[in-house]
């Protein structure tokens, strides 16, 4: 059973410039959670989506968005970027219950912003 | 908001050696409580999952317990071995598939 997958790996990206992160879940998980890794501010949740709706989101500005496709792989979109937003953006993928299962966490996408 | 802190920060121990990981949370109304681990540079993988209403969970040299009334679970690691060093992560769960996770405890097994 494939985990996981999330692209690309590694990405740089220039200050102001957008960027778009792919998540593709395990299959028959319908739950997408998106958090941030930083060395200052450890792991932060980002949003959660079920069945291609928005079910819980953090405290992050507006520039950071997301969405979830019928297949239920999701997409982050990060707007205007900034230096602060170099960090590991993981996704985690879960069941197909809406809650208490268990959560399996990709490789992450590294983006640096110069 | 979900507080959770990780103790100790650090641990180096001998291989062989059991050893405790503790984890405190602020909001006892957790739906759940999974540990990970996380290598350096890599994702989580997860190691146990512990529903609200279980006590303890166990995988191979793993165990974890979970008290929800007090905020607290533990990971016991037995006999340690060099391929256990990595940061361990604890992450109670209060609504849906949001985790809240510590700083983490890294620890070193010497061979």
């Known amino acids: 059973k494939a985990g996981v997958t999330q692209t690309p790996r590694y990405l740089i990206k220039t200050r102001g410039q957008q960027v778009t992160l792919s998540c593709s879940p395990i299959?028959?998980?319908?739950?997408v959670s998106w958090y941030q890794q930083t060395p200052g501010q450890g792991l932060q949740f980002l949003f959660e989506?079920?069945?291609?709706?928005?079910?819980n989101k953090g405290n992050f500005p507006g520039r950071f968005s997301g969405r979830q496709f019928s297949n239920s792989r999701s997409e982050m979109n990060v707007s205007t970027l900034e230096l602060g937003d170099s960090a590991l953006y993981l996704c985690?993928?879960?069941?197909?219950?809406?809650?208490?299962?268990?959560?399996?966490f990709g490789q992450g996408t590294r983006l640096t912003v110069v | 908001k979900q507080e959770v802190t990780q103790i100790p920060a650090a641990l180096s121990v001998p291989e062989g050696e059991n050893l405790v990981l503790n984890c405190s949370f602020t909001?006892?109304?957790?739906?759940?409580l999974q540990w990970f681990r996380q290598d350096p540079g890599k994702g989580l993988t997860s190691l146990l999952l512990?529903?609200?209403?279980?006590r303890e969970q166990t995988s191979g040299r793993l165990n974890a317990s979970l008290d929800k009334s007090s905020g607290r679970s533990t990971l016991y690691i037995a006999a340690s071995q060099p391929g256990d060093s990595a940061t361990y992560l604890c992450?109670?769960?209060?609504?849906?598939?949001?985790?809240?996770f510590g700083t983490g405890t890294s620890l070193t097994v010497i061979p």
């Open positions: 985690a993928s879960s069941g197909a219950a809406p809650v208490n299962t268990e959560a399996f």
């Open positions: 909001d006892s109304a957790i739906y759940n």
């Open positions: 299959s028959g998980h319908r739950s």
């Open positions: 989506y079920f069945s291609e709706t928005q079910r």
């Open positions: 512990i529903q609200s209403s279980q």
């Open positions: 992450a109670p769960s209060n609504t849906g598939n949001q985790f809240y």
